[in-house]
């Protein structure tokens, strides 16, 4: 019965909003690159860049300016983010050249990007620090308190001392929402997503729209790996990701393909998550309860949820002549 | 005609490793090192030295079946990324067999271990291709699903169920030995004969032979039977298979139980080949290496057979490299997945022009057929 209460205790709430955020921002990713009809597997990978990116960020940029970080401590993980996003879009371009440009199959591209970038974090990590598997310690951003809700008591766990990147992935979430249902930009990537012909038809650049749904979830990504490594873990190590980017692309599916959808999943992902990071006495084999989030991704994808509908040229390479 | 798309698709394998080796080059140049260094060692290291020959063949074994296994589900098209996964149960279950039983003779407790291994590749197989089949969940994902939840099985039986009992207190976290009649024999004194011997050529075990075998047999499977024929019809154009009687679920199931059961055996080289016990830090990997290998082989099982010997070459020169040239043997992976990505997009473009000759063939005017029969030739 002990076990009943802890399983709604309010600092378990609190830890699954943290360890929410890496799969809600990388599930946002996922919803741009797919509404605009490109499956990105790859998304494990540009986390992976994302952790060790930000790390460097981060530690390169309070290596070199000391005065300035001393002043303002965020602007070093918030040069981490920075980076992670690039470097994120970076590997996102690759995804978008070979399955955009050159029309090979997604999932392809997608598996390859994720071995690419395991073998790339180990190598550039030895050049920047060392050893292969490991950053050293990196500053996190100063915990804001949420103004009017701080002032409930019981609250307190989820209203004070949370990060701001929190904030700034929940207005993310809210933001895409509104551009896939009411901006002429997200209107425009859902139609390459659900037919490119009558899309191409009507004059949109069908290529320059995926291109611009793969760069997104790109920085997306990168910004959840960074979270991971500069908010969550205060620096960057190998396997970090721990599949969160596999996770990230069954939240999207389970929310439907909509941002708000995938805010929903995220937080059942990251409820699963928290118990397994919280010392939560349960009658199951730590090994076991880890993989929570793995075995609820399965049930979700075999519909024993809920039912989804996947935008009509979703992982169709699209060619403009014919063939 | 003919001749120039042959040689052409013989060419696109060597045309995306020479890809892979410019990028690679220039990553080796931006960190200050010379490439033609980087590579001489490589090849010297790699080719030239009699244990560095041994040592290929001991790292292309696992991947031989590790790729294969990822090339039968390919074949069927559909996504088994879940190899690693399935690799890590039938590694279990073939120790399992392994210290669990005694006092059989090694025709019989052997063969059992190994067939034991197949068993757990296709039961852990078996979870997404029925989601998929029943209730269409897209394998891509359930496999990588099953990958984690498998190694967190691994991890509770070897630490937790079946740990040495005499190894407690060590850090050495791993299954009792087995006995000598469930461990793969090695290929050593056969090796001696031909003047080779060493350390590396007692790596070397009979599991490569069986791997072999193996790939040529689904070769004739895939390529001489009705099975096989049926297999590609249901590959290339579903819904005409199932028109034409062939049943889909059918056929991808059976292949992804071949997948599976060929995945299973991927870790058994190093387990009852070379360790004899399953240690908790067993080699891992393997599964994803095998996407590559099915990738550069264009799921092919006699390429498999090449492309593995190629990743076996790369890993073993890798050491060198870092151990002579001093650079960060990571190179070489960076190496591994440039080439995934240059071959496939090479494979593409080639499909892409051969299907534009044919067009242009198909297209000529009927009036100039000495034109049309000369480009034929």
Redesign the interface.
Known sequence: MEYVTSLLSLALIASAIRVTMPILLAALGAVYSERGGVIN?GLEGIMIMGTFFGAVGDYVFARQYPALVAAIPDLAPAAGVLAAMLAGMAFAL?HAL?TIT????Q???G??????A???A??LN??FFGV?TQSPGVSGFTPVDIPILEGIPVLGPIATGISPMILVALLLVLIGHWTLLRTRFGLRLRGVGEHPRAADTLGINVYGMRYAGVLISGALAGMAGAYLAIEQAHLYFEGMT??RG??A??AM?FGNWWPLGALGASALFGYFDALSLRVVVLPV?S??I??LP??V??LV????VRRAQPPAADGVPYTKEE? | MKWRLLVLQIATPILAIVFGVVIASI?VLA?GRNPLDVFGVLLRFGLLRADSLLSILFKATPLIFAGLAVALSFRAAL?N?GVEGQYYIGAFCAAYVGFGIKGLPVAVHLPLAVLAAGLGGMLWAL?PIL?KLR????E???T???N??A???I??LI??VFRDPSQIGTPRVRTPEFPGSARVPSMGPLLGLLGLTGPDANKVNWLLIFGLVLCVLFTVLLSRTRFGYEVRAVAFNPQAAEAAGIPNARIQFLMFMLSGGVAGLAGLSDVLGFFGYLDIDFPKGLG?LG??IA?LAKNNPLGVVLAALLFGFLDRGALGVQFFARV?K??I??L???I??AI??AY??VTRYI?MQRKREAERPATAPAAAAEAGH
């Open positions: 597997i690759i070979v050159f029309r090979v199959d999932i392809i591209s598996v390859a990007l994720n071995l690419l395991v073998g790339l180990r190598f030895i050049l292969a721990q599949g596999f996770i692309l069954a599916i084999p090994q076991f880890n993989v793995h075995i991704s399965i994808l075999a519909g024993f063939e | 990553i960190i996504w990324i979870v989601l209730r269409g969940a897209h891509v994902i359930t990588i699903m099953m984690y939840i190694a967190a099985v991890l509770y630490a937790d994803f996407i590559s990738l960060p990571e190179v992976v960076i591994q997945a440039l995934i990505l496939v997009v593409e473009l299907r």
